[in-house]
């Protein structure tokens, strides 16, 4: 994908022991959905034609989102499809995650997985990117003391980081090791002890722009993977889906049976990580 474009698109920690399930209610009254509509979404930019004059699947999956935010909130269901047949752990999603939320050392919201099988010189290796599963239904915030993690009525999992105390329970919740815990790092603290000039630079998620700092919130709090809810609600696909070189990361609205990830859905090989715990996880996998 020309660099041009990828530019437009994208601009184990300790924990506590699990307290007992405290069930929030209400959620959706006390988070209000920021959204984005409208003339404002970002246009779609052009995008060569796909093989076989088709229309490229970046262009596909814009197109879904953009018909996705017409709708009401409660009626949209994001989800994500990865073919792990066509990763290569190239780390090309982790690093844009990186750097679209301004982590920190130690916060990864979308590591690559790396297994081997066999035995030299018969040796094969399988990458599988692990973000957030956002749950159906998430043990994470059922574990949650003061409702600071939250389901949003999309679906989306998400953390308040004024309400989060960093007692961690949801990290030990989470069945996919999904969730950090912010310590306070920064790259600095390594490079001579001085912040660097990107650590100072607010992050955009949940549409705060908020800038990292010691004694406040992001740090001292659980974070995680929201599928760049903030990229989702003006137009913009998340970026780890626009920046993976080898177009295996589909996006796009579940509940539309129209939508790229909704036909890819239907084939036989797909799979999902866990599906014994009954968490029912929006993150698919074809294999």
Request: proline residues 9%; charged residues 25%.
């Amino acid at each position: 994908m020309p660099q041009n474009l990828l530019n437009k698109f994208s601009s184990d920690v300790f924990a506590g022991l699990v307290a007992p399930a405290l069930k929030p209610g209400g959620l959706e009254a006390v988070h209000p959905a920021f959204s984005i509509q409208g003339d404002e979404l970002t246009p779609i930019p052009d995008i060569p034609e796909g093989i076989n004059g088709e229309k490229h699947y970046i262009q596909r999956m814009m197109e879904d989102l953009q018909r996705a935010l017409q709708k009401p909130i409660e009626q949209r269901k994001w989800g994500m499809l990865i073919d792990l047949r066509k990763c290569t752990g190239c780390n090309g999603c982790n690093i844009a995650c990186v750097t679209e939320n301004k982590l920190p050392p130690g916060i990864s919201y979308r590591p690559v997985m790396t297994e081997t099988h066999g035995t030299f010189p018969n040796v094969s290796r399988r990458f599988t990117p692990r973000p957030c599963m956002q749950c159906e239904e998430p043990p994470c915030v059922d574990v949650c003391p003061v409702n600071a993690t939250w389901k949003r009525a999309d679906g989306i999992v998400a953390i308040d980081y004024d309400k989060c105390i960093g007692c961690r329970y949801c990290i030990t919740a989470c069945p996919y090791a999904a969730r950090s815990f912010d310590a306070g790092y920064f790259y600095g603290d390594f490079n001579g002890g001085e912040r660097q000039p990107y650590e100072l630079l607010p992050s955009p998620e949940y549409g705060e722009e908020r800038v990292r700092e010691e004694g406040s919130s992001p740090i001292g709090n659980a974070r995680k993977c929201n599928f760049c809810i903030h990229r989702i609600e003006r137009g913009e696909l998340p970026a780890c889906t626009v920046s993976c070189f080898g177009h295996a990361t589909y996006f796009g609205d579940l509940n539309d049976p129209q939508s790229l990830v909704s036909e890819l859905l239907s084939q036989p090989n797909v799979m999902r990580l866990k599906e014994e715990l009954g968490t029912n996880p929006k993150v698919y996998y074809l294999v």
